[in-house]
């Protein structure tokens, strides 16, 4: 079945406390992306990835970091994480960057205390 | 950044109704989704529509590229309609907006039976 994962779905953690959200695809994806989704702020960008090695800011990078040295694989990660960072997270991908239907993973719900 | 409006904000609908969402974006586009979020948080594409129009079922969308807008219809609408309705863009401006996508705030929709 075609599908994104990611995982966990949903972690409380404490403020500093260096943690990674996973996400990985199954459908040869070039195009992989981080959101989150705040209420009264609908869904931001946080980093994209056109392909293997290849990544950039989006709108709210601050904060976190991605790497991508598989196509399948784009981990986000808080290296200290903050109340601020409190959210709901999203990976998807999409075939090409700016070409074709983006699919969603079910969503990282993150607390920090 | 390219901006994204959507209208109207919330949606109230008896169920067998039928309705018109809109989409305004400030910049040309060479992207252009629509997705519904349901109530689970679940987030859904229902259209890849850069231009022209589509239908899938009880839903059809259409983009004016030209006038910078995109409408999503629903017809006949169930109470499974209900939930968020996000329009997302990409700038065909190229640069570093390649590869970024813009939400809009979204459209809630309530629908009783």
């Known amino acids: 079945e075609a599908q994104v994962t990611q995982n966990p779905r949903y972690l409380i953690t404490v403020t500093g406390k260096k943690l990674t959200v996973t996400c990985s695809q199954n459908m040869n994806h070039e195009y992989m992306s981080w959101y989150r989704q705040d209420p009264g702020l609908g869904l931001r960008q946080i980093y994209y990835s056109m392909n293997v090695e290849v990544t950039d800011k989006g709108d709210v990078p601050e904060g976190y970091k991605v790497s991508r040295k598989e196509k399948r694989n784009f981990p986000l990660i808080l290296e200290s994480p903050s109340p601020n960072q409190t959210s709901l997270y999203f990976c998807?991908?999409?075939?090409?960057?700016?070409?074709?239907?983006?699919?969603f993973g079910p969503g990282t719900r993150l607390t920090v205390t | 950044g390219i901006q994204v409006e959507q209208s109207p904000p919330d949606l109230i609908l008896q169920e067998g109704a039928n309705s018109t969402l809109r989409c305004n974006f400030s910049d040309s586009v060479n992207n252009l989704q629509w997705f519904h979020q349901n109530p689970w948080g679940q987030l859904i594409n229902l259209f890849y529509i850069p231009s022209g129009t589509k239908q899938n079922g009880r839903l059809s969308a259409t983009t004016v590229a030209t006038e910078r807008y995109s409408l999503l219809y629903i017809s006949s609408s169930q109470t499974t309609d209900s939930g968020v309705y996000f329009c997302a863009v990409g700038s065909d401006a190229g640069g570093t907006s390649y590869g970024k996508l813009t939400f809009g705030q979204g459209t809630i929709l309530t629908v009783h039976p």
């Open positions: 998807a991908s999409s075939l090409y960057p700016q070409v074709g239907e983006q699919y």
